[in-house]
């Protein structure tokens, strides 16, 4: 039997504080979830420490030039982003007295997307349903995998390291890296590239590169191949790993099938090697303890079945 103080912290807690304290957290600072909530600080401060009383927990260690979260505040902001996102699906949710679909589709998806089969699908998925609407997020790869975790998108399109447990997930497409130079390199021009010409080279890399991340085999790809030590820019973005590439900031990595249009219009050059190349598997993820709406589970059921009528070669981009 629960003890009655138990039972009551539900009835008695101000709710707000709990968006709040996610809100701290989150801007990782009093003064920053301030700025971010338009309040003043002594008032983040105060609903912090209403909310530490109810609690009973010291929830966030806050000194001079420190702040950290403990782990019953970890437990606590877990708990308060699952909140928020039940309370975010409310509204799609309600919006079932229409006897036509409607609804809207919260997608968080890594910067690189690039599939003319998910775009096939969300044209004829609109065409069908105009009333549904779309908002894309981008993120890291591992944010799309937090943020879905946490309930808060319909559902994520990212790379994966490794399967997650807690979540399912379906194979979009395949897409092959290679390696880039822009007009501005010394080998740009170069009639033939000896692969032993890279050696030393200075490089650009996604933040997903480093070891144990989704892009890791890059990382071998330029180990092998005798590159820089170390990257002379990195980023989460492919647009500005582009961008980087064609400022002769250093080489880079690309998907072959995004960086065609860049090759054929003469403003980036593939690079050895141009076989064995490292391959990567783009991921449609969402949270089975998820109540989708009628949108959200109209869509996730039309793109598997989409999906399961196009061969995974078809849907490998670059090989």
Request: proline share 5%; with cysteine.
């Amino acid at each position: 039997m629960k003890q009655p103080h138990i039972q009551r912290f539900p009835w008695n807690l101000d709710w707000n504080l709990l968006r709040t304290f996610m809100v701290v957290v989150e801007q990782h600072g009093i003064s920053k979830a301030a700025d971010f909530l338009g309040l003043k600080q002594p008032t983040i401060s105060a609903a912090l420490k209403r909310l530490e009383q109810h609690t009973g927990q010291t929830l966030i260690i806050r000194k001079p030039n420190e702040f950290s979260v403990t782990r019953a505040g970890q437990v606590l902001y877990t708990e308060c982003a699952k909140i928020f996102g039940s309370v975010s699906q409310l509204p799609a949710l309600l919006n079932v007295a229409h006897a036509e679909l409607r609804g809207h589709l919260s997608i968080a998806t890594t910067s690189h997307v690039v599939s003319e089969h998910f775009d096939n699908i969300l044209s004829e998925f609109n065409r069908f349903y105009p009333q549904v609407t779309f908002s894309f997020t981008v993120s890291e790869s591992n944010e799309v995998e937090t943020i879905v975790s946490q309930n808060r998108a319909s559902f994520g399109i990212c790379l994966l390291s490794e399967t997650p447990k807690n979540l399912d997930t379906l194979v979009l497409y395949r897409e092959y890296f290679g390696l880039y130079c822009g007009a501005r390199h010394p080998l740009f021009n170069a009639p033939h590239i000896d692969p032993a010409a890279l050696e030393g080279e200075a490089f650009v890399a996604f933040q997903t590169e480093a070891e144990g991340g989704p892009l890791e085999a890059i990382s071998r790809l330029r180990i092998r191949l005798r590159l820089a030590n170390s990257w002379r820019g990195v980023s989460s973005s492919l647009n500005e790993i582009r961008r980087m590439i064609m400022a002769n900031i250093g080489i880079g990595a690309l998907p072959l099938h995004v960086a065609k249009r860049d090759v054929d219009a003469g403003r980036l050059r593939q690079l050895p090697p141009y076989t064995d190349l490292p391959m990567v598997n783009i991921y449609v993820i969402t949270n089975p303890e998820r109540r989708f709406s009628d949108a959200e589970a109209t869509f996730l059921s039309a793109c598997a079945a989409k999906l399961s009528k196009i061969d995974i070669a078809e849907r490998t981009y670059g090989a």
